[in-house]
């Protein structure tokens, strides 16, 4: 008979117990998940969670390094009472959902703790639905530019005790100095501590590593705002950038939806797949681009607009494009006309993907004009014209005009 779905108990096939523990150790655990810890055979966790749950009869491992080095051991365990522990809510940025990409459901017993996130708004009288949620465990610290916003409450997983200085220093860098960083360290034991300091002022030394960092955002500096087509001088470039009007045209084209995966093909200074990364937190982009001085720039781009998870392909496509993730949207911003790179970014799309391209040239528009007419689509032309000087005066520059082809894949 298979297991409940819906149980959480031990047994009746749930060989894996995924426990979530605090500052106060065992003592801290429901009778459940402390019964599930002590009838394991094998408990892995990190040191200082080994070290919280006390001497056991179980044999205890700590992480390797990478962790993913111990997942084959875990699942060759499959059947036999084994244990992982995890801070807190094991689910919530934490090591529950990587291992349940690996074991169903229906083997799984999981006891959730309170998350950092939920400790520090009960400390700090903040509600959570309204907070900022961002974990810098093992992630690059521009991963927090898109969430500084005005009056901002966010809410900043840091296991790292230099990481809020850093997260401070940011702050002033980009004018909101003002902003109040507030560091909580090890909740939920007897070593928590709550500090305070200003972005611009901030002093606070022997922070330790288990802290979550609360920032009230403060100040009138340069955020980034929420709609498509940011400021085409936010993007370091040399001439090969799609401008505002027509990057915010295309991207409300390429339609990204949670999750989906951008080709950014013939990528210039990477401001498309750049701003597809900053829709949703849970989508990614490639971009590829040819030359290396070019591509050195998207990742710089990437880094100071807050996308540093862009993955970026230095090559030429078509042949640049074997062996990458299929696409859920392709963009051809440049090199369009190049022989077999559109029919190579429509073969590698999904069953329903998105594919746009961008034309300045009569030859790329030639080869949009045939797509048109091969798969149908939509095939649409942009003007825009930017108030200029003209001596004393203004009047009106027209840029190029640009002709867009999208289509989606059957």
């Known amino acids: 008979m298979s297991a409940d779905p819906l149980s959480s108990r031990p ?21 459940p998940a402390a019964a599930a810890l ?28 990478p962790i993913q080095d111990a997942y084959p051991k875990i699942l060759a365990r499959r059947g036999e009472p084994t244990c992982i522990l995890a ?4 689910f919530h940025y934490g090591i529950g959902a990587e291992i349940a990409r690996l074991v169903p459901p229906a083997e799984i017993c999981a006891f959730p703790q309170v998350s950092a996130f939920s400790l520090a ?11 900022g949620l961002v974990t810098l465990h093992g992630r690059a610290l521009a991963r927090i530019v898109p969430h500084i916003q005005p009056g901002a409450r966010l809410l900043v997983l840091s296991w790292d005790g230099a990481t809020p200085a850093a997260l401070a220093g940011l702050l002033t860098e980009r004018g909101f100095g003002a902003s109040l960083v507030t560091v909580l360290e090890a909740m939920g034991g007897p070593r928590e501590t709550i500090r305070a300091a200003r972005a611009d002022a901030f002093e606070l030394a022997l922070i330790d590593p288990l802290n979550t960092v609360a920032i009230a955002v403060a100040g009138a500096g340069s955020a980034l705002p929420l709609a498509p087509g940011l400021d085409d001088a936010l993007f370091e470039n040399d001439g090969q950038l799609t401008k505002a ?5 295309t991207l409300a084209a390429l339609r990204p939806h949670p999750g989906q995966h951008l080709w950014d093909i013939g990528a210039g200074a990477g401001s498309v797949a750049i701003e597809w ?10 971009a590829i681009e040819a030359r290396p001085d070019r591509a050195a720039r998207i990742r710089r781009n990437a880094e100071t607009l807050g996308a540093p998870d862009l993955t970026v392909v230095t090559g030429a496509a078509p042949s640049a494009l074997a062996g990458l993730p299929a696409p859920d949207a392709v963009f051809v911003g440049g090199g369009v006309s190049e022989p077999g790179l559109l029919a190579a970014g429509l073969a590698a799309l999904q069953p329903g993907g998105r594919c746009v391209a961008n034309a300045v040239t009569l030859q790329g528009e030639a080869a949009l004009l045939a797509a048109f007419a091969a798969h149908g689509g939509s095939l649409r032309r942009f003007g825009v014209e930017r108030a200029s000087p003209v001596g004393g005066l203004h009047g009106w520059r027209p840029a190029m005009p640009v002709t867009q082809w999208a289509w989606t894949k059957p």
Request: charged share 25%; net charge positive.
């Open 277 to 286: 990364m900053l829709r949703h937190p849970t989508v990614r982009a490639t």
């Open 121 to 131: 708004c009960a400390r700090l009288g903040w509600p959570l639905a309204e907070c």
């Open 245 to 249: 009007e027509i990057r915010a045209l």
């Open 87 to 90: 801070t807190g809510d094991p």
């Open 38 to 65: 002590e009838g394991a055979r094998m408990v892995y966790g990190g040191r200082r969670h080994l070290a919280l749950a006390g001497s056991l009869d179980a044999e205890m491992r700590s992480w390797p390094s």
């Open 11 to 31: 047994g009746a096939g749930r060989w894996l117990s995924i426990v979530g523990i605090g500052e106060d150790g065992r003592a801290g655990l429901a009778p």
